[in-house]
Structures are given as structure tokens and as C-alpha cells.
């Protein structure tokens, strides 16, 4: 048996840890003290707290070790393992757009965007509604974007345009609120053919003050306060909001993947509407 002071020196890990990890169930001592309370670790314990320390240098939670060594079976080991790397990927990727972000800031000043007002009529779409939170609306605009795309290639409904999304006020102001996204089409003919979570509508005419980006394709991690939001900008983006007592009720942000050729329904010519 060993003191907490001997088995800290052992382990590398300080006795203020190891009383946090026995504390939380990760790794309690062999024995404690019924008189004085003193913990005692048995030198078996060593090889799991070199592991517990290993793990925890390379950034895992100390819930995600704790399962890790009480897996039965290296798959389930392995399994949780990859997860905490998928989670380490995706904060490399959100750390990378960060300093993108920050090395934009620190970049010559470009010309300032050139701000267009275009009237849109009313416009037949496809269009998928939900109320989401902020932090959910990547991961939404993806699903929703595989669900039109299967109603599309399911039925004999025809697509008139690129996609497009509507955001309200209130997911950006306060972190929940409608969100759409939607197909101009050439019809609402309904065919009677399953829609899923889809609807055919008609978009209301809109007037809009358009902004068009042309980005790298990188992604990006855009600021509440922008007039729209996406997972990923496109080499061509345009922004689009329109207003209501002077304040915006809508926003539209639309990409596409080349440059524009033609003029169209969307908000900005030749581009995807969102």
C-alpha cells in the first residue's frame, strides 16, 4: 500500500487531482483510513493512473475516462475513443476558422461591399419550416437541405431555382426562432406524392438589399450581428435582408459555387438564395 503522497510522486499526478478523481469516482483509493482518514493506494492502481494521465494530456473528459476504463472489450474502448477525436476535430476545425476570422480583421481594408435594392415577386417553393436554436442552425440547414433534395429526386416537382433560406430576428437576438429553407419550383401543383416534412408554398414578394461576398469556400464562423448565417460561404455569396419599420425581420443569404451567369428569381442574379 502506498500514501497519497507516495503514490502522487509514482504517478506523476498531484495529490489535489487524485483527490478530485477519487471524488468524482474516476480512480478511488485501494483503502481509506476509518481513524484518520488517510487514503492508501495500492501499487496495482498505477497502471490505471498512467492511463487516466495519458488521456487527460490529450484533452478527454474526465466522464469519457472514467468509461473508457470501465468498457468491457477493446471495441467499446475504441469507440469512445474515436468520439473524443471526432470532438477534437471539430474544435480544430471551429479553432481554424477563428483565426481566419482574426487574421481577416488584420488584413488590408477592401473596397466596401456594393449594396444593391432589387424587388423579388411573389416566388412558388418548396420549403422546410422549423423553430431551432442558433447553435443548432448548421446542422439543421444540412438536414433540411438532404430532405428537399429527396423530395426532389422522389417526385415530379420541379425545381425553378437554387436553395434558399429565411431566418427570423429572433434566432439571432434571442438564440431561438423560425428558420425555413426553401426550393423556388415551378408550381404548387401537388401531385399527391409524399412530401415528408416539406410543404409547397408561396413566398411572399419581398424587397431586398443585396450584398454579394466572394469568399474562398473556407468555413466560417459568422457573427450573430451579420444579416445572415451560414455553416460555409461559397466562392459567391450574396446577403440579402429586407426591413420593417426600419429594423430587419428576414434575412437571406444565398451562395453559389460559380460565378453567376444569369439573372434569375433569387435576390442577386445567378445566385443561391438563403
Known amino acids: 500500500m502506498m500514501t497519497i503522497g507516495d503514490f502522487s510522486r ?4 498531484s495529490a489535489k487531482t487524485l483527490r478530485f478523481y477519487h471524488q468524482v469516482g474516476l480512480l478511488a483509493p485501494a483503502r481509506v483510513d476509518p481513524g484518520n482518514g488517510y487514503r492508501l493506494y495500492s501499487t496495482a492502481q498505477i497502471g490505471d493512473a498512467q492511463v487516466i494521465r495519458h488521456f487527460r494530456s490529450l484533452g478527454m473528459p474526465v466522464q469519457i475516462i472514467g468509461e473508457v476504463l470501465a468498457a468491457d472489450g477493446v471495441a467499446k474502448r475504441n469507440e469512445l475513443i474515436a468520439g473524443h477525436l471526432t470532438r477534437l476535430e471539430v474544435q480544430l476545425d471551429q479553432t481554424r476558422a477563428a483565426v481566419a476570422g482574426l487574421q481577416g480583421l488584420l488584413a488590408p481594408a477592401e473596397a466596401p461591399l456594393a449594396v444593391t435594392h432589387q424587388s423579388v415577386p411573389e416566388m412558388p417553393a418548396l420549403v422546410i419550416r ?14 433540411a437541405t438532404r430532405d428537399l433534395e429527396q423530395v426532389l429526386r422522389t417526385t415530379a416537382i420541379v425545381a425553378t431555382g437554387a436553395r434558399g433560406g429565411l431566418w427570423s430576428t429572433e434566432l439571432f437576438v434571442d438564440e431561438r426562432g423560425p428558420a425555413a429553407l426553401f426550393v423556388p419550383v415551378a408550381s404548387l401543383d401537388d401531385s399527391g406524392a409524399p412530401l415528408g416534412r416539406a410543404r409547397l408554398e408561396l413566398l411572399p414578394p419581398v424587397d431586398l438589399a443585396v450584398a454579394t461576398h466572394r469568399g474562398t469556400g473556407a468555413p466560417t464562423t459568422p457573427s450573430p450581428r451579420s444579416t445572415a448565417r451560414w455553416e460555409r460561404t461559397s466562392p459567391h455569396t450574396s446577403w440579402a435582408s429586407t426591413a420593417r419599420s426600419g429594423r430587419p425581420t428576414w434575412r437571406r443569404l444565398q451562395t453559389v459555387s460559380e460565378p453567376p451567369r444569369s439573372a434569375g428569381r433569387s435576390s442577386a442574379p445567378g445566385t443561391d438564395p438563403a
Request: proline share 0%; charged share 30%; aromatic share 6%.
Open 10 to 13: 509514482a504517478t506523476r499526478l
Open 130 to 143: 422549423d423553430t431551432i436554436d442558433l447553435a443548432d442552425l448548421g446542422d439543421w440547414c444540412t438536414g
